[in-house]
């Protein structure tokens, strides 16, 4: 069964350092999603992204951050300099329409130091 | 405003015994209702989903949702619960028309033997 895969599973980073979170969708979807969710917080709604460019973003996703399909098969989420609040887990999702069910990646916990 | 409101945040059942989760949500959009169940380390999986066609939605591992519009609610629902379900359970909603998700807090599931 096809399935969205992210990599790395966990990433640490020094505050202020470029993280960039790394996700492959499922090969037939057209829409990309970000979440995250911070330790003991809802998982929320980050960016979403079709046709190359954003659809939506929240108003989480600042300057700092940027997403990018850059090989036609990878979404990248960049954070251009991490903060402590940053910390958090990130999970990438795609999905075929805009209304069907999004398809989770198993996340990456980004722990900032 | 779009709002998904869990009503428990954590519920402790038999194994054997019926698992009830209730979801309460407000949105002026004509929503898609989800409900997603995460693991431990592992991603959101989709249990079933509920689209505007019939109230009774049956999902994977025996559970089940009725989307309520007069109470505005979309409770889960399994008549035995087995030790594999425990996990954390999300009830979802999709809030605009690009498919952007908003989460209810989650409802932390334990099965006792």
């Known amino acids: 069964e096809p399935e969205v895969t992210q990599t790395p599973s966990h990433q640490v980073t020094q505050m202020g350092q470029e993280v960039i979170l790394r996700c492959v969708p499922i090969?037939?979807?057209?829409?990309f999603y970000w979440y995250r969710q911070i330790l003991g917080q809802k998982v929320e709604f980050l960016v979403s992204?079709?046709?190359?460019?954003?659809?939506?973003k929240s108003e989480i996703f600042d300057d700092q951050f940027s997403v990018e399909r850059p090989d036609g098969s990878n979404f990248t989420l960049k954070i251009r300099s991490t903060k402590l609040e940053d910390s958090a887990m990130y999970f990438c999702?795609?999905?075929?329409?805009?209304?069907?069910?999004?398809?989770f990646g198993p996340g990456t916990r980004l722990t900032v130091l | 405003a779009q709002s998904v409101t869990q009503l428990d945040s954590h519920v402790s059942v038999s194994e054997g015994t019926p698992v009830l989760l209730r979801c309460n949500y407000s949105s002026s959009y004509s929503p898609s209702l989800f409900w997603y169940v995460q693991h431990p380390n592992k991603g959101l999986q989709l249990l079933l989903k509920?689209?505007?066609?019939?109230?009774l939605v049956k999902g994977i591992n025996g559970f089940e949702a009725e989307f309520k519009k007069s109470e505005t609610s979309f409770h889960l629902t399994k008549p035995s619960a087995h030790m594999s379900d425990a996990a954390e359970y999300f009830c979802v909603v999709t809030i605009d028309s690009w498919g952007k998700l908003q989460f209810g807090a989650g409802t932390q599931v334990v099965v006792t033997p």
């Open positions: 090969s037939n979807h057209l829409y």
């Open positions: 509920y689209t505007s066609a019939a109230t």
């Open positions: 992204f079709y046709n190359n460019e954003i659809s939506e």
């Open positions: 999702a795609s999905s075929e329409t805009f209304n069907n069910e999004q398809f």
